[in-house]
């Protein structure tokens, strides 16, 4: 095996003990173990299991912000088009790599102000803030206010991908539509029947 080929083998047994156990509760001696390889091979590679975390969790985030980036790229959708689009790439990630998923949603090591998922929820919020300050201004309402709905919208849509994960009765398509319903008509004008206007992969 390459060096190179050895490095993935390792993220990927951690990417999948990360996953299943957290954090804290993985060790180095288990990656070895997994891996088939003594300890200091592993330290080699990643210097402990904080280096290979940081890794997994930085190809997560960079997963999870290049599919919400690339559905809100979207010029000629509408903005309830661009919501119904940013909440379907959420949610098809949590499908497609609910193991990603699953360690981007547990607390981060002590000490690391990155890569938790509250940073990653600012980051994705702070995307779609000039999308809703435009939509705001068109509407005549104050788009300083953007802000403040940007990290509402986006924790909703998070949050409820977080439950969806762990009870998946529902069809994404179907998780998708009362996110946007909510999201698009609040409360008091909910929809009977809310479907959405963008096709679903």
Known sequence: MT??????QLLTIGRTLFADKGFEATTVEEIAARAGVSKPVVYEHFGGKEGVYAVVVDREIRALLDSITGALDDESATARGLLEKAALALLDYVEQSS???RILVRDSPAGQSTGSFASLISDVASQVEHILAAEFKSR???PKTAPIYAQMLVG???????WWLESPKFKKAEVASHLVNLAWNGLTGLEQNPR??????
């Open 3 to 8: 060096g190179k080929q050895r490095r993935e």
């Open 99 to 101: 193991e990603g998923f």
């Open 140 to 142: 005549g309402l104050d």
């Open 156 to 162: 909703m849509v998070a949050l409820t991908g977080q």
């Open 196 to 201: 959405l206007r963008t096709p679903v992969r």
